[in-house]
C-alpha cells in the first residue's frame, strides 16, 4: 500500500531553514547544520536515508524548493535526492506556473498546477505504477519545503511524518509548522544518532 510520507530535517526551534533563504542558499544562514545526518557516517544514520530513499516511488517539492535544486548551485551527479543510496524516483512540483525549462533534464519530472491535493494525486498513481513494476510497495515522500509539508498537514494529506530533530538552534527561518489544523500523532519510531534524533508518527 503506497503511503504518503513528509519527510523533512528541523531544528528544535522548529526551524527547516536557517534565516534568508533563497536560490542561491536554498537552507538559508545556518541551514546547512539541519542536514549534517545525511553526510555523516554513523551507521544508523546512513541505514535511514537509506531506507527512506529505497522505498520513494515518487517525490512531491514545491515551487520555491524546485528553483533550488535545479538552479545553477543545486543538485548534480554526487549531491540530491538520496545521492547514492537510489535511483531516480518521479518528482512531482506543485506550481503556479511550470518553467520554461529544466536544467536536470535526466530527471522526470510532472508540473501540477491545479493544487497541494493534486500533486500528491499524480505522486500517488506514479508511485503505484513503480510498486507494479518493482513488485515492492513504493511510497511517495513529500521532501518540502516547509511550506508544502505544512500544507499538506493541515489538508489531511499525509499519513507519516519523519523527523530529523537536529540539535541546533538556528532562531529564526523557515517554520515547518505554523498554528494550522490541529493533527493527533502516534509515535512508531525513536532513532538517536551523533547527528540528530530520528522520529517518525502516524498521523491521525
Do not use: C, Q
Not at 500517488?124 to 498537514?153: F, H, N, Q, Y
Not at 499525509?158 to 493533527?183: C, I, K, N, W, Y
Amino acid at each position: 500500500m503506497t503511503r504518503i510520507i513528509a519527510d523533512i530535517s528541523i531544528s528544535l526551534d522548529g526551524f527547516v531553514t536557517g534565516p534568508d533563504p533563497g536560490p542561491d542558499s536554498g537552507l538559508g544562514t545556518g541551514g546547512e547544520a539541519l542536514h549534517t545526518w545525511a553526510f555523516s557516517d554513523d551507521p544508523d544514520d546512513r541505514r535511514l536515508l537509506r531506507e527512506a530513499t529505497a522505498r520513494s516511488g515518487a517525490v512531491v517539492l514545491g515551487r520555491r524548493l524546485f528553483d533550488v535544486v535545479d538552479g545553477p548551485n543545486g543538485w548534480d551527479d554526487t549531491t540530491g535526492y538520496g545521492a547514492g543510496e537510489v535511483g531516480k524516483p518521479a518528482f512531482v512540483v506543485v506550481t503556479s506556473s511550470p518553467p520554461d525549462s529544466v536544467r536536470l533534464a535526466d530527471l522526470d519530472w510532472t508540473f501540477v498546477t491545479t493544487g497541494l491535493p493534486d500533486a500528491v494525486a499524480a505522486a500517488r498513481e506514479r508511485a503505484e505504477a513503480a510498486s507494479a513494476r518493482s513488485g515492492k510497495d513504493l511510497d511517495v515522500m513529500l521532501m518540502g519545503g516547509g511550506a508544502t509539508i505544512g500544507s499538506a498537514l493541515d489538508a489531511g494529506l499525509v499519513d507519516t511524518l519523519s523527523l530529523h530533530l537536529a540539535p541546533v538552534l538556528l532562531g529564526s527561518g523557515t517554520p515547518l509548522f505554523t498554528g494550522g489544523t490541529r493533527r493527533t500523532l502516534v509515535r512508531r519510531g525513536v532513532t538517536p544518532t551523533s547527528t540528530a534524533t530520528h522520529v517518525t508518527y502516524d498521523v491521525l
